[in-house]
């Protein structure tokens, strides 16, 4: 077996595993890792197998120290500098320990009646004072089950395609975020919603197949392919979506219009929103600006987003980018910055389209151009201008 490395444009290091005679490898064998940082990040952890031989391992020096079988569930903690696995009588201890599937898959969790199956392995590092599970894992499977939780299942292929790509350069992108605690990607938001084996779909497999390798470039970089919910018609700057950006030309915001001058994400069944803000929400939230007379936009861009809010009180008058005040009031809650406001007696109205922050590719506008009869590559040509597909 060979262990070859490989530096990317994007200024991380990737690992590749294969047999010396093997041929070139496809995108799918570059192996990356994810911290499961929402699913098995405790003081104390549960391992089992879903089928086969569970093999404890030393990382190190590739000694196996310890099997199990389906059905054993072992409890994992670190004491003294160890790392300590455990079932009944049988304890395996290790600086560092590795788990390992002869077959199926292999389960963590922080409850042993509610672990997950993982392809690839698992290791452990400490962080905070707890046990934070590494998932070693090839790219394509990890997008394998990453899709199902970003994009719905049933959305058309293409678009299912789009996503693939998206998700796979967002990715690359992504890697060696968490390098101080030893691994490439969360499980969560701000990263990719990534949910093991559980979480795969035969339709979102078939798209990231049918994509392997692909990915988005721009001047010879990797693109940061972020993507939104539902744009309402026009895609955001970069800049303007997202507090402490630049701008970028592929991100540069895009009509979503069809030729009839309707959006493509109007398929979409949530496309509008309300919000009621009261005079007291928004001085608990803005205290510094003391009792609000006035609350206003000042500025938007070409697509109708907001740029800039205003909020004058008695005590001063704060000017905001669109992104902040969103963050403060809740982005749950100001679901996109297409909005407008409206003064009423108690408060003010955000009366709004489209949900997310607005930027990159808009998942319900795919699955609109995709229903129109634009494939793939189209698709991701109008909502990251400039950016070519190309093998990573």
């Known amino acids: 077996m060979r262990i070859a490395l490989r530096t990317l444009s994007v200024g991380v290091l990737l690992i590749f595993v294969g047999f010396a005679d093997a041929p070139r490898r496809r995108d799918s064998d570059w192996?990356?890792?994810?911290?499961?940082?929402?699913?098995?990040?405790?003081?104390?952890?549960?391992?089992?197998?879903?089928?086969?031989?569970?093999?404890?391992?030393?990382?190190?020096?590739?000694?196996?120290?310890?099997?199990?079988?389906?059905?054993?569930?072992?409890?994992?903690?670190r004491e003294n500098g160890r790392l300590y696995a455990q079932n009944g009588q049988t304890q395996i201890a290790s600086e560092r320990l590795m788990a390992e599937a002869a077959e199926g898959f292999v389960m963590v969790g922080t409850a042993p009646n509610d672990l997950r199956r993982y392809r690839g392995h698992l290791e452990w590092t400490e962080r905070d004072g707890?046990?934070?599970?590494?998932?070693?894992?090839?790219?394509?499977?990890?997008?394998?089950?990453?899709?199902?939780?970003?994009?719905?299942?049933?959305?058309?292929?293409?678009?299912?395609?789009?996503?693939?790509?998206?998700?796979?350069?967002?990715?690359?992108?992504?890697?060696?975020?968490?390098?101080?605690?030893?691994?490439?990607?969360?499980?969560?938001?701000p990263c990719q919603v990534y949910g093991g084996v559980d979480a795969e779909h035969p339709n979102t497999n078939a798209a990231v197949d049918a994509t392997a390798g692909e990915g988005l470039m721009f001047e010879g970089r990797v693109v940061d392919a972020v993507y939104t919910g539902n744009c309402g018609g026009h895609t955001a700057p970069i800049e303007v979506a997202m507090v402490g950006t630049r701008p970028l030309r592929f991100l540069s915001g895009v009509s979503d219009m069809n030729g009839d001058g309707k959006p493509f994400c109007s398929v979409a069944p949530n496309g509008g929103w309300e919000l009621n803000l009261t005079h007291a929400e928004l001085e608990k939230r803005f205290p510094q600006v003391g009792r609000i007379r006035e609350l206003r936009l000042t500025q938007r861009t070409a697509g109708k987003h907001a740029q800039q809010v205003q909020i004058r009180g008695e005590r001063a008058t704060l000017t905001l980018s669109g992104a902040e005040f969103r963050s403060a009031v809740g982005t749950?809650?100001?679901?996109?910055?297409?909005?407008?406001?409206?003064?009423?007696?108690?408060?003010?109205?955000?009366?709004?389209?489209?949900?997310?922050?607005?930027?990159?590719?808009?998942?319900?506008?795919?699955?609109?151009?995709?229903?129109a009869g634009q494939n793939y590559r189209q698709i991701l040509g109008a909502y990251y201008p400039g950016a070519t597909l190309e093998a990573l």
């Open 130 to 189: 707890k046990l934070l599970t590494i998932n070693w894992i090839l790219l394509d499977d990890y997008l394998k089950a990453t899709l199902p939780r970003e994009m719905p299942p049933k959305f058309h292929p293409e678009a299912l395609k789009v996503q693939a790509v998206a998700a796979r350069s967002f990715a690359f992108r992504r890697l060696n975020r968490y390098r101080q605690w030893g691994y490439d990607l969360c499980d969560h938001a």
């Open 332 to 371: 749950g809650r100001v679901r996109s910055l297409m909005f407008e406001v409206q003064a009423q007696r108690d408060g003010w109205k955000l009366v709004g389209r489209g949900a997310g922050h607005g930027a990159g590719m808009c998942q319900w506008g795919a699955q609109g151009r995709a229903l």
């Open 31 to 77: 192996l990356i890792r994810v911290g499961l940082e929402q699913a098995a990040w405790a003081q104390v952890l549960y391992v089992s197998v879903s089928e086969g031989v569970l093999r404890w391992i030393n990382p190190r020096t590739g000694q196996t120290l310890g099997e199990g079988t389906a059905g054993q569930i072992w409890e994992l903690r």
